[in-house]
Structures are given as C-alpha cells and as structure tokens.
C-alpha cells in the first residue's frame, strides 16, 4: 500500500504565491506584447502608404516640364510661380505643372513622336512643322487611350524657347505669340500644325521662336489636399485651350488620412513630402519624420524630384 503525503501549508502558500506573480506580470507582458503588435501593424502600414503615395506623385513630377510649374491657395486660388512656392506667410496647397508625353515619346518599339523638327525642309513652314521619325497616328491613338482626345488636346514646347509660367496658359495664354510657352496644336499630312484661339490668334507660328528641339505635351496635372485628408491627383485639361484645374477634369484619389502635402523647390529640384495618419485630430505640424495626433499617429515620407 502506497501512502500520499498532502501539501504542506509552508509549500501551499508557496505555489500561491508564485501563481499570484505569475498572473499579475504575465498579464502585463501579453498585453505589452499586444501593444507592441498593433503599434508596429499600424507603423508598418502608415510607412507602406506614405512612401506609395509619395512615389506615386514623384514619379509623375519627373516628367514635368519645368518652368511649367505653379501653385495655388486653393483650387480657385491665384497662380504664382514654384519658385515662390517657399515665401513665408503663404500655404500653398495646390502643386500644378505640364508633363511631356512621355507614354507617346517612349511608343511601342518606336517612339511616336520623335521631339525633332526638321528646320531647312522644304515642308517646314509657319503652318506647318516637320517632325521626322514621328507617327502622328500613333500619337494620336496613344493620347486617346490614356484618356485624352488625340492630337486635338497636344500642345508643343521648345525646349530652349520661352520660359515663362504664365505663357503656358494657367491665366490663359497671351494674345502675342512670341509671349507663349506652349503652343496648341493639330496635324495635316506633312507635319504638326498650329491652332489658334476662338480670334484666330496663334493659327500660324509666325512670330514664334520655333527651335529644333521639342516637347509634345497633351495634359496638365495637379495635386490636391482636401479638408477631408483625401490627396488627389487631377489630370486631363490643357491651360493651352484655357481649361483650369476647376474646369471639368479628371481626379484620381492617391490617398486618404492625409495630414500634410508640402513641398519646397530648390534650384531645379522639387523636394515632396506627405504624410499620413491613423486616425484621429493633428496635434501639431508634421516638420518630422513623425507626428503625433490625438487619438492617432502619423508618418511622413519625402523625396527629392530632379
């Protein structure tokens, strides 16, 4: 016969004692533990959206014809320069430039359009520009699929030509040809041709400074933060035909939980950052790489656009 011996009281006190300890700092572990879980999802899933929206945007601006580049106070607000964009005492929350086509530039195995006119051909006129090496009906398809309607939204921009930001149109493009940035316009069989305004103005190029090298240009874009935290990309109208950023276009949701899209030129860069937030009220501004907020958390991402 075999005897059991029960628990002494010394060694139950014991094994309660260490039950006690066990569950009070065990429970404090799994909930740190947890803490630590959804701060790092959450962390993990602010930097993947910060840094998708900000590519997103950089990858646009790369094609940006530079000098093109304006701001605005609100969608209806003034237009001024990007080189102004850093004056102290304004906020600037709208960024708006013209792109090169460079969808149609690149084509299939070819390019569509070649960026090249050819000056001493015989073709070459004030109506008529010879641009070698490109497919107008190429070209044109390409702008339609993208959205656009073919070559009747394409603009052309010299390369070395005028540079001023008002003579592409955000104001809408000047009565005298020589002050214009871009110039609208069609084709015929031989080449591009130049379209004038509802006066007639600009149905030639004389006048113009017309240079071998050239851009082929057919949508503006702009970017916009609205007071809901939804970043927007608008795209699809042409300043060049007197279309603004309010004027019917096309927008694109980047992303929502915004808390701030700012962005400083410098030289001939264009430095970006957007940050985006988890939830809840801005606490402060978001000059970091973080942010707190009331009730949530934020997270910036910049990048430099040459």
């Not at 962390?43 to 601006?61: D, G, H, P, T, W």
């Not at 702008?143 to 592409?168: E, K, M, P, S």
């Not at 600009?202 to 240079?211: D, H, K, L, R, S």
């Not at 790489?289 to 009730?295: H, K, L, P, S």
Request: glycine share 10%; proline share 2%.
């Amino acid at each position: 016969m075999c005897n059991r011996k029960a628990f002494s009281m010394l060694e139950l006190i014991f094994v309660i004692v260490v039950v006690g300890i066990l569950s009070k700092f065990g429970v404090e572990f799994l909930a740190q533990a947890y803490r630590n879980f959804i701060f790092s999802n959450i962390n993990n899933r602010l930097q993947a959206q910060s840094e998708a929206a900000v590519e997103f945007i950089a990858k646009r601006l790369e094609h940006r014809i530079k000098s093109s580049a304006i701001t605005r106070q609100g969608l209806g607000g003034v237009v001024t320069s990007i080189k102004d964009a850093s004056v102290s005492g304004n906020t600037w929350t709208v960024l708006e430039w013209i792109a090169e086509d460079v969808d149609g530039f690149r084509g299939t195995t070819t390019a569509n359009w070649s960026g090249i006119l050819d000056l001493d051909d015989a073709g070459t006129t004030q109506t008529t520009l010879r641009s070698p090496g490109t497919n107008f009906a190429d070209t044109a398809t390409s702008i339609t699929n993208l959205g656009g309607l073919g070559i009747a939204d394409a603009a052309i921009h010299f390369v070395r030509g005028n540079q001023d930001f008002l003579g592409f149109g955000w104001n809408g493009l000047p009565n005298n040809v020589s002050d214009r940035s871009i110039h609208p316009v069609g084709t015929n069989a031989n080449g591009f041709t130049p379209t004038g305004n509802s006066a007639g103005v600009g149905a030639t190029f004389q006048g113009a400074e017309v240079f071998e090298f050239y851009k082929l240009a057919w949508t503006a874009y702009g970017i916009f933060l609205d007071q809901n935290d939804d970043l927007w990309l608008y795209y699809n109208y042409q300043p060049w035909r007197n279309q603004s950023i309010n004027n019917g276009v096309v927008r694109q949701l980047i992303m929502q939980n915004v808390s701030s899209f700012q962005f400083r030129p410098v030289d001939e860069l264009l430095k970006i950052q957007v940050c985006v937030h988890s939830g809840g009220l801005i606490s402060g501004d978001a000059n970091d790489d973080t942010a707190t907020v009331t009730g949530g958390y934020a997270i910036c991402k910049e990048k430099t656009v040459f």
